[in-house]
């Protein structure tokens, strides 16, 4: 069982609030080759958790907008109950369009949002139609270890399991 989805008019509302945000965010951060994408989560509470991506001189040593994110939502004690998440990438100065866009997240990014946020959902573009899915169908077969089973569970999976 998982949680219902809002109302497809409500969901819109939420969805492009989200991107004109990840928008807004990756304008004023954005840095050739620094910080080119940038990513908000939406919690339960209808805060925003943001981060922007950190390009390293040694590409591997990088880090993805989701986990900056992720961090902050930690840092305001959200971690447990984020609801939605989003990316868009800024162009490069030689592209011709200026415009950011939705980009879905990485594997990586795939497996630790659904560690946090089991019932996120994702913001995704087709053809600049804006959607949002949940995060697990993206991620089928996640990784599940035994690290953490000694905790509580989180909210939503809480109300996962009623
Ligand atoms: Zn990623």
């Keep these: 069982?998982?949680?219902t989805a809002p109302a497809p008019n409500q969901e819109?509302?939420?969805?492009?609030?989200?991107?004109r945000r990840a928008q807004e965010l990756i304008a004023t951060h954005y840095r050739v080759e620094?910080?080119?994408?940038?990513a908000v989560l939406l919690d339960h509470d209808g805060q925003y958790h943001e981060g922007v991506h950190m390009e390293a001189m040694v590409g591997r040593a990088s880090s993805c907008a989701e986990t900056a994110a992720l961090a902050?939502?930690?840092?305001?004690?959200a971690s447990?109950?984020?609801?939605?998440?989003?990316?868009v990438r800024h162009?490069?100065?030689?592209?011709?369009?200026?415009?950011?866009?939705?980009?879905?997240?990485?594997g990586l990014c795939?497996?630790?949002?659904?560690?946090?946020?089991p019932d996120i959902r994702v913001v995704l573009a087709d053809d600049n139609c804006l959607h949002a899915v949940p995060l697990s169908e993206l991620m089928p077969y996640k990784y599940v270890g035994t690290k953490?089973?000694?905790?509580?569970p989180t909210i939503t999976q809480a109300m996962v399991q009623q």
Excluded at 13 to 19: D, Q, W
Excluded at 34 to 38: A, E, L, N, V, Y
Excluded at 72 to 77: H, K, L
Excluded at 94 to 102: A, L, M
């Design 110 to 117: 795939r497996e630790l949002l659904l560690d946090y946020g």
């Design 34 to 38: 620094r910080h080119q994408i940038g």
């Design 148 to 152: 953490w089973a000694h905790e509580q």
């Design 80 to 87: 447990d109950k984020l609801t939605y998440t989003v990316a």
């Design 1 to 3: 069982m998982s949680i």
């Design 72 to 77: 902050n939502a930690v840092m305001a004690s």
């Design 12 to 19: 819109a509302a939420v969805v492009e609030a989200l991107v």
């Design 91 to 106: 162009p490069k100065p030689s592209e011709s369009d200026q415009t950011p866009r939705v980009v879905p997240p990485c």
